[in-house]
């Protein structure tokens, strides 16, 4: 079974960066539609950035282009956030999510059928 594990989030002033990271395990990492989510204190989880299989298509929410980054390594099975330029409205809980059967950069969270516990990001104002 596929699992994914986050890390890299905590606190950091408004200006800051932080690198997420999220190692795939038990499965074939390289087959696998890549993203990233977030859920805000009482808000609903909402897309943040995606990366296709092939080619290395990447798409972002709006709020988050020119300051986060997504990126992949297929030999360590990782997928990374950049995130730059942090604002207090980026807090949240950040999740991976892949797709094993393909995702299209969907910023659908229902085409990714396997997720992360989830790292917290928090930035202070």
């Known amino acids: 079974q596929v699992q994914l594990v986050e890390s890299g989030g905590g606190l950091v002033r408004t200006g800051g960066s932080l690198r997420l990271s999220c190692v795939v395990s038990r499965g074939t990492f390289s087959r696998y539609d890549m993203a990233w989510f977030r859920q805000g204190p009482g808000e609903e989880r909402e897309f943040v950035a995606s990366?296709?299989?092939?080619?290395?298509?990447?798409y972002y929410e709006d709020s988050v282009k020119g300051r986060f980054t997504i990126s992949k390594d297929n030999a360590k099975s990782t997928v990374y956030l950049q995130m730059n330029r942090l604002k207090p409205e980026d807090t949240a809980v950040y999740y991976c999510?892949?797709?094993?059967?393909?995702?299209?950069?969907?910023?659908?969270?229902?085409?990714?059928?396997?997720w992360g516990q989830g790292t917290q990001v928090t930035v202070s104002s």
């Open positions: 990366i296709t299989l092939r080619p290395d298509s990447t």
């Open positions: 999510a892949a797709a094993t059967a393909g995702a299209f950069g969907s910023r659908w969270s229902g085409a990714y059928d396997v």
